[in-house]
């Protein structure tokens, strides 16, 4: 079993930057950032495997970068030109695929005031 915990998050105005960490208890394949906005399905942010491949939503493109330091089971999502559409709960997830989906955060808020 890995746990996940998460820190970073809060409240930004918009076009502001934050940056979320997540520590895995152990290694493991791929590692990544989900969120669900109220009302709104989970969706997947970003997700980085242990040798680097990344896969990113549409949305976050070009704004968004996920990182990964393997020595620390961590990984890092750095999030610029925040809009409101950004605010929701982001969860850490890892697991064996690029969509992982076996482990899961607890959450942490962002919220994008305009």
């Known amino acids: 079993q890995v746990q996940l915990v998460e820190s970073g998050g809060g409240l930004v105005q918009a076009g502001g930057s934050l940056r979320l960490s997540c520590a895995a208890s152990?290694?493991?394949?791929?590692m990544g950032w989900y969120r669900q906005a109220p009302g709104k399905q989970r969706e997947l942010v970003a997700a980085?495997?242990?040798?680097?491949?990344?896969n990113y939503a549409g949305s976050v493109k070009g704004r968004f970068t996920i990182s990964r330091d393997n020595t620390k089971n961590t990984v890092y999502l750095q999030m610029n030109s925040l809009k409101p559409e950004d605010t929701a709960v982001y969860y850490c997830a890892a697991g064996k695929l690029l969509l992982p989906r076996d482990y899961w955060g607890q959450g942490t808020q962002v919220t994008v005031s305009s």
């Open positions: 152990g290694s493991i394949y791929a």
């Open positions: 980085i495997t242990s040798g680097g491949g990344t």
